[in-house]
């Protein structure tokens, strides 16, 4: 792959070895000089030195969106996230949007985790005040065959979630409890997911259609890490805070 034979040149290169060092260090080296390509290419190596993640700020907008485009070029799709800002209307009231919540989210969640991707944020996108890295880390929940979990316990803890309690779930963001199913459409999910329970452990885990409602495939054995459906998540601790 072209992409990865660049980042192995770039690995190589003493210059970069040098400013490699001096971040080791803890130190704070200027790059200068490289092209917009060539920066992201830089990036692209530094971040796959290390099983962590970054973050990239940008003073705006259109810089952030370049950054992912030529990072997406280097990296896999699902390691470079974009963290968007939130839709403003008359007398700055955020409007809701859902396909910028699951940005926003997507990304938060990733860094509270520490899973290995970069995200990319401009200034105006990071302005807002956010849930403490450990509070939002702590309102997810692991869904996994072989769980256990009380029905309305449930079903309370993903209304705490800011999850949406419905008839049928074919919108993201939304649950449902019938009998011993509980369906619910994540917002970092493509399609929602069905959770069949035998009395309280869950027997099974499948995506689903939200048009036709059919079961689709199995969700992996891992199960899903499911992240809250707003940013700012409650709970006792936060609100004694």
């Excluded at 971040?23 to 692209?44: F, M």
């Excluded at 030195?49 to 700020?57: A, D, T």
């Excluded at 910028?100 to 290995?116: C, D, T």
């Excluded at 917002?187 to 499948?206: A, G, H, Q, S, Y």
């Amino acid at each position: 792959m072209l992409e990865q034979t660049i980042l192995q040149h770039w690995r190589a290169d003493n210059h970069y070895q040098q400013v490699f060092a001096a971040l080791e260090q803890g130190q704070n080296p200027i790059i200068s000089g490289l092209a917009d390509s060539a920066k992201a290419a830089w990036v692209a190596a530094e971040f796959l030195k290390h099983n962590r993640p970054m973050v990239i700020l940008t003073a705006t907008m259109e810089a952030a969106q370049l950054w992912q485009q030529n990072l997406s070029a280097c990296l896999p799709e699902e390691q470079v996230l974009f963290f968007p800002r939130l839709a403003l209307m008359p007398f700055q009231i955020y409007a809701h949007n859902p396909e910028l919540s699951s940005r926003r989210i997507r990304a938060l969640s990733a860094l509270s985790r520490g899973e290995h991707v970069i995200v990319v944020a401009w200034a105006g996108a990071s302005a807002r005040a956010l849930v403490p890295k450990r509070l939002f880390a702590a309102a997810h929940v692991a869904l996994r065959v072989g769980a256990q979990f009380e029905l309305e316990e449930l079903a309370a803890k993903l209304a705490s979630m800011g999850y949406t309690r419905e008839k049928m779930v074919d919108t993201p963001g939304a649950f449902s409890v019938r009998g011993g199913i509980v369906d619910i459409y994540p917002l970092t999910e493509k399609m929602p997911v069905r959770l069949e329970f035998f009395d309280t452990e869950i027997e099974n885990m499948r995506y689903f259609d939200a048009r036709t409602q059919r079961s689709q495939d199995a969700v992996a054995d891992a199960g899903i890490w499911l992240a809250p459906a707003r940013e700012a998540v409650w709970n006792q601790e936060i609100l004694a805070a």
